[in-house]
């Protein structure tokens, strides 16, 4: 749910699955065909674990990292990971870049032109959930577009500030 300021997008678990699925169907739609997927860690997880398993393609991973300040809600300098997890060879063929959103475009674009320079790499397109306004990349799929740029609040983010002891307490009777 979009906040009346459009500053803040609220979305649950059903609402994150149903997009997820929306973008299998924009890439399956669009006919294309690929060999691999690869998604950056941590955002691009969960919906290239979905597509992997709907496409029955190969997961790669890619860690990424630039939300680090103010409890994750600040921008700082890009990190990329210098390998690339694959279950089996290398990252080759047509492969399909997963990531949650394009917020500032930053991080797309950085690893959009990493993967370009890999020669095994014969074709890539990128896949996201939300595409922001302020984005400067456009992916080749994303399922909506925000043109506020709003805060997104994903389910999984009650993790960001749960410790152990906290849980602990959850479940003790």
Known sequence: MLTDDGKHLYVSWEEYHQLTERLALKVYSSGWEFDQILCLARGGMRPGDVLSRIFDRPLGIMSTSSYRDDGGTLQGRLDM????????????????????????????????????????????????????????????????TLPTSPWIHQPFEEYDTLRPEALLKRYQV
């Open 81 to 144: 990971a210098k390998y690339i997890t694959m279950p089996k060879g290398e990252l080759a063929g047509r492969v399909l870049l997963v990531d949650d959103l394009a917020d500032s475009g930053v991080t797309l674009r950085a690893v959009v032109e990493r993967l370009r320079g890999m020669p095994a790499i014969t074709e890539l397109r990128s896949a996201v959930i939300w595409t922001k306004g302020v984005s400067s990349y456009t992916p080749d799929y994303y399922v909506e």
